[in-house]
């Protein structure tokens, strides 16, 4: 078996077809093609279901990945840890942060961790965290910061508490609820609510305390990033629920503080095994 063969496969999965994955490894589609099949036959198993219209993963060709993913991570870590035993950090840093995150403050520590560290490149992205928790498990994140519902557990991963904090309501300019110092839950349900998409942990954080105070959360906007969230709020269409910490940013809205609040625990996650990359990144933060 070739770690180009490897290669292939994990671009066919992650790309969705063989085209895709041809034109990313700078092939030929039917040179891929043949090298794959090679290896299905050197296996004696088929990796991957195909149809004029669909490819799909069998179950030997998810076994295959999951273990490809690990070998490859190995294979260019194996300079990374020569330098890094001779005292220089170099390689490849992949980073990945919610977009509420205020505290701690990601750039500042990637400016200082660059500064110490000039060989290594990184990788900077913003998702969800559930999201950010898949690519952890698939290793195309290195270290990610994550909010959580309080009591989350984070398996097959490293991970430690950096702040827990309440949510407060995020409330147009001229809302009737900012003339209250502090609104009750049962006050926000009286509004159209704005909130991440269903599933996502920053919507849990909200439906699991409304849940617990026995009332119904009906969420009329879903959005996708916290700018969108509070355009909406701003322009009056809803309200919404955002960290206490993120509300000095924000202009044309006005927050309260919300009696028995939601809260969220942000995370650190990396891997078991973390690179000198990541080590060096996580020394930054004391962890």
């Not at 995150?101 to 000039?118: K, M, N, S």
């Not at 110092?181 to 609510?193: K, S």
Request: proline share 5%; with cysteine; net charge negative.
């Amino acid at each position: 078996m070739k770690l180009r063969q490897i290669e292939y496969v994990l671009a066919v999965a992650e790309e969705g077809s063989f085209t895709a994955a041809a034109r990313r490894c700078h092939i030929v589609q039917s040179a891929l093609s043949h090298q794959v099949a090679q290896l299905e036959q050197q296996l004696g198993t088929i990796l991957f279901e195909r149809n004029s219209r669909s490819l799909r993963l069998t179950p030997a060709g998810e076994a295959f990945v999951e273990s490809g993913r690990r070998a490859l991570d190995a294979v260019r870590r194996i300079e990374d840890e020569v330098a890094a035993r001779s005292g220089e950090v170099r390689g490849r840093l992949s980073l990945g942060t919610i977009s509420t995150l205020t505290e701690p403050d990601v750039i500042g520590l990637t400016a200082q961790f660059h500064r110490r560290y000039p060989h290594v490149d990184i990788e900077m992205s913003m998702d969800g965290s559930e999201r950010m928790i898949d690519r952890m498990h698939e290793h195309s994140l290195d270290l990610a910061f994550v909010g959580l519902w309080p009591g989350v557990v984070i398996e097959r991963l490293e991970s430690a508490e950096l702040c827990e904090e309440e949510l407060v309501a995020l409330l147009p300019r001229e809302h009737p609820l900012t003339q209250c110092r502090r609104v009750g839950l049962e006050q926000l349900t009286e509004w159209p609510m704005a909130d991440f998409g269903e599933g996502s942990g920053a919507r849990q954080q909200s439906e699991e305390a409304f849940a617990a105070a026995g009332l119904r959360y009906a969420v009329r906007f879903e959005v996708s990033t916290i700018s969108l969230l509070v355009d909406i709020v701003r322009r009056g269409l809803a309200i919404g629920l955002i960290p206490a910490s993120l509300a000095p940013r924000l202009a044309g809205v006005c927050t309260r503080p919300v009696r028995e609040a939601p809260r969220r625990v942000v995370r650190a996650v990396w891997h078991p095994n973390p690179t000198p990359a990541t080590r060096a990144f996580l020394a930054l933060l004391d962890l």
